[in-house]
């Protein structure tokens, strides 16, 4: 009789089970921060019960490089809302056929073959650098462009205004 009552509590519980994993699936995107967002058609129709929140932002921004963050909150029964902030270039680095635009993590957001913008600051490397070594979305791993981005974001650019007066006596 007891070992009924057990069978039947399991039995419950797994009916239970495949019904979350069935009803709760993605049926709604809500985003917020960024009108196109790529890899979102990857999530339809998935089952929210096994969905990691974390995962999920992961996968976003490493499919996505102009996006700097991602959330991703879970709202039962059916929604899956995406809160992004993009990443703005902070400069472009010149390459020997052409340009790439770095956010100030180093991120690579975009490579073209003109300036991003008529007057965007500009980093030239010491080394000549080809545009077919680095992938958009990778971070760039020198660590002397990481240090002149560094200096570039906003929090130093006074400082290194006043480093350049001092050592080259120009005007930037």
């Known amino acids: 009789m007891r070992r009924v009552g057990v069978i039947a509590m399991f039995v419950v519980a797994a009916l239970l089970l495949v019904a979350a994993l069935l009803l709760l699936r993605v049926k709604n995107i809500t985003i917020e921060g960024a009108d196109n967002i790529n890899g979102l058609h990857t999530l339809n129709n998935k089952s929210l019960f096994l969905l990691n929140e974390e995962q999920v932002a992961n996968d976003i921004l490493s499919q996505n490089p102009t996006l700097q963050k991602a959330r991703v909150t ?43 913008k008529p007057n965007a600051t500009t980093i030239t490397h010491y080394q000549p650098l080809y545009a077919r070594s680095f992938s958009v979305g990778d971070n760039i791993e020198m660590t002397d462009v990481i240090g002149s981005l560094f200096f570039l974001s906003k929090r130093h650019r006074r400082l290194l205004y006043q480093l350049a007066v001092l050592l080259y006596g120009m005007r930037i």
């Open 74 to 116: 879970i709202k039962y029964p059916q929604t899956l809302e995406i809160y992004v902030s993009t990443a703005a270039p902070l400069a472009d680095i010149t390459l020997q056929d052409g340009y790439m635009s770095l956010s100030k993590e180093g991120r690579i957001l975009s490579k073209h073959k003109e300036q991003s």
